[in-house]
């Protein structure tokens, strides 16, 4: 593969990149574009005013809002600070946004003001009170500013507090080594965790990644994947940056609507799950429409139907199948002349500087074609968990190895194929439910005691939750009533679709919860 640059860190790439190309049009935006000359100024004016707020090198920054031209002027901004950047789902509800505010104790705050007739302000006001005339929550206490981006020209404007020069020097002096994300993800505990991850490791893991997907100058990519998902924001609004090619936010995906982007616009790569490809091409109207731009599919999923792999190819030319996390950034993908059953049903080969290997439960390596937890070594590998040491050596062995929790089988040919799922989590429409976290989201309502999720199969989502729950001394718990309650507490990826009432939960001879036979009440 082509080396990456030597630019080091993500300030530097921007540079380098609107330097050499400055009228590249980087950002297509509905009627708001931006060439690499113009996302540079815009991210190093946002970077001074975000030092005017106070933020120093190292601070963490927030952004809560859907995939958008601010969205991208923001991380840069950020980046240039030598912050932080710390993104928030616009899934998430107030108690889960600001769990993640308070355990990566960020500064500011930069949000929507709202996203499918929800306010982002309006859900944190109602977990942690009406804040102050400077918008400090009495329950957030390191949070100091939130920036609404209604309000952006004003705070673009404290910008002129701080010189050009200091703020050039700070962009400049931050170093490859430097954190530049914490990534919110949830585990067995039920606490989020956040992904630490610097500037070297992203430079180097999505240049590679655009690479293998041959994205490149002219490309125009609609990013579909949240920006605050590892992939929106890495494989999509970073990618594209390194490589010049241009973002096209879409912020809800429709598949009428982007249809009819694709023609407009001329775009040529798409990335999703396997059903958002379904849904493209079972429309009755997707023959008739010009889709001769798209060139590249890329899909990220454990297994892809043969069938879906051939009518992707047929339409849009090359399918990409991939393998990553958010631990690990970039672990392993298919290649171009990968045949389509390679591609359905494997994440293909380990990229350079990756080494994986499939172990029993001694760690002891395993034969090709038998099963084992995957483990992963190499650059990519997460500088740790946000503040957890503890956590992160249960994660890293001392060797270096991160153990994914997800069980896989490699092939002869090195071919990688994820087959299960060591961790108790499930898989909701391409984002991952983990039972813990549910559990004890929903032990917060008054009624119920006890909790246990499982993950089912679901026809149209790949899997959903079933909660079983024993009522609180005393209480009586209305199933509809736990599940309309969930909606207003969680995401709803994590609500359970259905609530069973039981006097006890099930245990095993170590006393834990006996997960095996709830699902046998599921079939029964």
């Not at 490859?176 to 914490?182: Q, T, V, W």
């Not at 439960?361 to 946000?386: F, H, K, N, S, T």
Request: aromatic share 6%.
């Amino acid at each position: 593969m082509e080396p990456v640059p030597e630019w080091g860190t993500i300030p530097r790439m921007l540079r380098a990149q609107a330097a050499g190309h400055p009228d590249t049009e980087i950002v297509a935006d509905g009627d708001t574009r931006l060439t690499l000359a113009e996302l540079a100024a815009a991210a190093s004016e946002a970077a001074r005013a975000l030092a005017a707020a106070g933020v120093e090198p190292g601070d963490r920054v927030a952004v809560w809002a859907p995939n958008g031209w601010q969205w991208v002027v923001t991380a840069f901004g950020v980046w240039d600070a030598g912050a932080v950047l710390v993104p928030l789902s616009t899934r998430f509800k107030g108690l889960e946004a600001g769990t993640v505010l308070t355990s990566t104790g960020a500064k500011v705050l930069v949000a929507a003001d709202g996203f499918g007739g929800v306010s982002f302000l309006d859900l944190l006001a109602s977990e942690y009170g009406q804040p102050a005339g400077n918008r400090q929550y009495s329950g957030l206490p390191e949070l100091q500013h939130v920036v609404p981006l209604s309000g952006w020209n004003c705070f673009l404007a404290t910008a002129a507090g701080v010189g050009r020069a200091a703020a050039e020097r700070r962009a400049l002096a931050v170093r490859p080594g430097d954190l530049a994300e914490i990534l919110a993800t949830s585990g067995t505990t039920g606490a989020p965790k956040g992904v630490m991850i610097d500037h070297g490791q992203l430079l180097r893991g999505y240049w590679d990644w655009a690479e293998v997907v041959t994205l490149g100058p002219g490309d125009r990519y609609p990013i579909v994947a949240p920006f605050s998902h590892g992939f929106g924001v890495n494989a999509g609004l970073l990618a594209c940056v390194l490589r010049r090619a241009t973002i096209v936010p879409i912020a809800a995906f429709d598949p009428e609507a982007a249809l009819e982007l694709v023609q407009r616009e001329r775009l040529s790569l798409l990335a999703g799950p396997p059903t958002l490809f379904g849904r493209l091409l079972e429309r009755p109207d997707f023959a008739a429409c010009d889709t001769s731009s798209l060139r590249v599919a890329i899909v990220g999923a454990a297994s892809v139907p043969t069938e879906l792999v051939h009518r992707m190819r047929e339409r849009f030319g090359r399918v990409i199948n991939a393998y990553g996390l958010i631990e690990g950034t970039v672990v392993s993908m298919t290649r171009a002349g990968d045949p389509p059953e390679t591609v359905a049903s494997t994440a293909g080969r380990p990229m350079p500087g990756v080494e994986v290997r499939v172990v029993d439960d001694r760690g002891a390596g395993v034969a090709a074609g038998e099963r084992g937890e995957v483990l992963i070594r190499g650059y990519g590998v997460m500088r740790g968990y946000w503040r957890a040491p503890e956590l992160t050596a249960e994660a890293v062995d001392t060797d270096g190895w991160l153990h994914t929790g997800d069980i896989g089988v490699l092939d002869s040919s090195g071919n990688l194929a994820i087959v299960d799922r060591k961790k108790d989590l499930f898989i909701v429409g391409g984002f991952n439910a983990y039972p813990a976290e549910i559990e004890s989201l929903l032990r917060r309502h008054p009624a119920v005691g006890q909790a246990a999720v499982i993950g089912v199969p679901d026809a149209a989502l790949g899997e959903v939750g079933w909660a079983y729950v024993v009522p609180a001394p005393g209480a009586t718990v209305d199933p509809d009533e736990v599940v309309a309650w969930a909606r207003g507490a969680m995401s709803n990826y994590k609500v359970p679709r259905t609530v069973v009432v039981l006097d006890v939960l099930p245990v095993n001879a170590n006393g834990k919860v006996d997960k095996p036979a709830l699902r046998q009440l599921v079939t029964s």
